[in-house]
Structures are given as structure tokens and as C-alpha cells.
């Protein structure tokens, strides 16, 4: 018995002290918006049109090239974004 309050008399004396005071109870971090950067969707060029409105196959192919680097720079900056983002 004599063993077993001297192991839970310090125990409670620890828990007791360490209760929260008013410093431990207002400090609470919040947490910050995730930046507008990663919430912007990604999307493609339009497509490149002569003045008439017609496109020719010079006009799609540049325009399909544009897309894919615009979508992988856009996904990139998104990426990077969310990773400067503290958790």
C-alpha cells in the first residue's frame, strides 16, 4: 500500500500542476486560408483565331501546345502553393 502511494502521490501532484492557466488556455493558433493561388481551377488558352474568326492548322497546333504548357505551369504554381501552405 505504502508502494502505491508514493508512486500515485507524485503522479497526482504532477497532473496538478501542470492544469492550464490562462496563458496555455488563450494561445491558440489559427489556421491560416488556403491561398486563392491553389483554389484558382486551371484552364486553357483559347484557342488562337485569324481576324475572320476562322483557325488555320498552324493556329490549332500552337494553340494545343500553349494549352498543355499553361495547364502544367498552372498545376505547377498550384502546387506549390498548397505546399507553402502551413499545416
Sequence with gaps: ???LLLAVLPAFLLTACAASTR??????PAIPPVPAEAKKPCTATPM??????????????????????????????????????PR
Design 1 to 3: 500500500m505504502r508502494k
Design 48 to 85: 488562337r483565331r485569324q481576324p475572320d474568326g476562322s483557325a488555320n492548322s498552324a493556329d490549332a497546333e500552337g494553340s494545343l501546345r500553349d494549352a498543355r504548357a499553361d495547364l502544367a505551369l498552372c498545376d505547377v504554381r498550384r502546387g506549390l502553393a498548397v505546399d507553402a501552405w
Design 23 to 28: 496563458s496555455t488556455l488563450s494561445y491558440s
